[in-house]
């Protein structure tokens, strides 16, 4: 059995996993722990030179008070988000058995974002599909509507 803490909107919260399965099913058990608005989520492992980081580290208090720190943000930056497919039990993630954790590890981070968020980062991108198929759509009709009041 393993125990991940894990940091989800500054708020700390433990969660016990079987081996065998994968972050994929952390990131089930977060959202059904930590319920959010958020559809979208990436899990980070929170590892600074080998050693978990801890809940009384500057970076995490800055975190947890004011929702952003550049010392987290070099973590997530060095590591990246976990892949779902991962397994809980990887030698390269580490994560402790039930009795080997201590209390103030902070196992991963949990980044997620509004729906709204995500809304606005997808029209930076470009406009979505469905709304350039709607466009031409719509200059289609109009140019045979066009064509038929002409006749």
Same mark, same amino acid.
Not at 47 to 69: C, H, I, T, V
Not at 86 to 97: E, L, R
């Given at each position: 059995?393993?125990?991940?803490?894990?940091?989800?909107?500054?708020?700390?919260?433990?969660?016990?996993?079987?081996?065998?399965?994968?972050?994929?099913?952390?990131?089930?058990?977060?959202?059904?722990?930590?319920?959010?608005?958020?559809?979208?989520?990436?899990?980070?492992?929170?590892?600074?030179?080998?050693?978990?980081?801890?809940?009384? !580290?500057?970076?995490?208090?800055?975190?947890?008070?004011?929702?952003?720190?550049?010392?987290?943000?070099?973590?997530?930056?060095?590591?990246?988000?976990?892949?779902?497919?991962?397994?809980?039990?990887?030698?390269?993630?580490?994560?402790?058995?039930?009795?080997?954790?201590? !209390? !103030?590890?902070?196992?991963?981070?949990?980044?997620?974002?509004?729906?709204?968020?995500?809304?606005?980062?997808?029209?930076?991108?470009?406009?979505?599909?469905?709304?350039?198929?709607?466009?031409?759509?719509?200059?289609?009709?109009?140019?045979?509507?066009?064509?038929?009041?002409?006749?």
């Amino acid at each position: 059995m393993k125990t991940v803490v894990c940091l989800v909107e500054r708020k700390i919260c433990r969660i016990d996993l079987n081996e065998s399965l994968t972050v994929g099913f952390l990131m089930a058990k977060i959202k059904e722990q930590k319920p959010s608005q958020s559809f979208w989520m990436d899990v980070y492992l929170m590892k600074r030179n080998g050693k978990w980081l801890k809940s009384g !580290d500057p970076d995490a208090q800055e975190f947890m008070r004011l929702g952003q720190s550049n010392g987290i943000r070099a973590i997530m930056k060095k590591h990246g988000a976990m892949h779902p497919l991962t397994d809980i039990s990887d030698p390269a993630i580490g994560f402790p058995d039930t009795e080997a954790v201590e !209390d !103030d590890d902070i196992h991963v981070l949990v980044h997620t974002q509004s729906p709204d968020a995500r809304r606005l980062e997808l029209w930076i991108l470009g406009e979505p599909y469905h709304v350039t198929a709607w466009n031409w759509l719509r200059k289609r009709l109009k140019s045979k509507k066009a064509a038929l009041a002409a006749k």
